[in-house]
């Protein structure tokens, strides 16, 4: 039997139901991929850094160096010198002390300034004191240049 109210038998308006897009999951796949790669990229460039060079460090430290006092400057180049050598050569040749210190550097930088020229004072006049025949400035000038020939 029909109903007394003829609107009672009406239903509520509903829209088709919706069809997924393909495009839609595909842009955020896209979206998504890009931020995670990103993301990596980022994280990859924090934990693998390069290493800034021996010689880029060893000239940052020099020219720290440079700034001090004499006697100061003298001993910051010469720990310098002591963790140049353990870099390139290792330990063993940074606890020489004496004539083979000054072999070790020499070898080290290719050439005879600390066997026989200036250099000498990193050998074994760090200690004594200073002579009036002391040329600070040519000597820093000198391991200035050795540093900036290292090849590493």
Do not use: C, H
């Not at 609107?7 to 829209?15: D, Q, T, Y």
């Amino acid at each position: 039997m029909p109903p007394d109210d003829p609107l009672a038998g009406l239903r509520a308006l509903r829209l088709p139901p919706e069809t997924p897009s393909l495009w839609s999951d595909v842009g955020f796949a896209v979206a998504a991929g890009l931020a995670l790669a990103v993301l990596a990229s980022l994280l990859l460039r924090a934990f693998f850094r390069p290493k800034r060079s021996l010689r880029a460090s060893a000239l940052e430290a020099l020219e720290q160096a440079k700034a001090l006092p004499s006697a100061e400057r003298r001993a910051a180049q010469a720990a310098l010198l002591r963790r140049v050598v353990r870099t390139v050569e290792g330990d063993e040749a940074a606890r020489a002390v004496g004539l083979e210190w000054g072999r070790t550097l020499d070898r080290v930088f290719s050439t005879d300034l600390f066997g026989s020229r200036a250099g000498r004072v990193f050998v074994d006049g760090l200690y004594a004191p200073p002579t009036a025949a002391n040329n600070d400035e040519a000597l820093d000038r000198e391991l200035d240049g050795l540093i900036r020939g290292m090849r590493r």
